[in-house]
């Protein structure tokens, strides 16, 4: 039995899972327009490998900041049937359903929140997700973030911590997924790496070091 570690934004969707979410926040009026563009500005930083990650979750967890769990859970509900589902790549949900049948473990890792990341992998019928920490006080989101960051280096240690916290489980080999330079940690510490859709820079890499490099479509 293996574990298959699969990224969110543009691997398993072929879009950014919290800037849809923001959108989708804006056009029910729950988030002030101005949100997007900040979010934009921080996501071109993200690209050039210089975002500071504790920065982009303030800002994208502030329209929650004092709201109760139990309300965003139903938004969050309505917001993966309405805008996640549907940009799901069919070949990530084949590759998903593949490991499984072989007795894998399907994990989602992203660095995005646990908000979103965690009942996105539930509907999308994965064991199990690793996300950034939301803080929740008292039932309801403070705004802030709390842990080890699942980014970058941030996602091997944070495999690390879960494996040894999962004593039950022993996995022959590591498969792992991703569209993103920012991931090559996690792809590095994998056996088994496969890039998806990757920009020239990670697609040189795989090229060079003999890893899968998968196309998916819509």
Known sequence: MDLALFDLDETIICEDSTGLWLHWL????????????????????????????EEYMDTTLAPLAGLAT??????????????????????????????????????????????????????????????????????????KIFGPLTYKEGKVECVNRWLSQSSARQFEKTWAYSDSINDLPMLENADRPHVVNPADTLLSLAQQRGWEVCNWVR
């Open 26 to 53: 804006v056009s029910q009026g729950f988030a002030p327009p101005a949100i997007l563009q900040q979010e934009q500005a921080l996501m071109d930083r993200y690209y050039q490998g210089t975002l500071s990650m």
């Open 70 to 143: 139990s309300t965003v859970s139903g938004w969050i509900r309505r917001f993966i049937q309405r805008d996640i589902v549907p940009r799901v790549y069919p070949a990530a949900r084949e590759r998903m359903r593949w490991h499984q049948q072989r007795g894998d473990t399907v994990m989602v890792i992203s660095a995005s929140g646990e908000h979103l990341v965690a009942p996105i992998a539930q509907r999308l019928g994965a064991d199990c997700a690793l996300a950034i920490g939301v803080e929740v006080v008292d039932s309801r989101y403070s705004g």
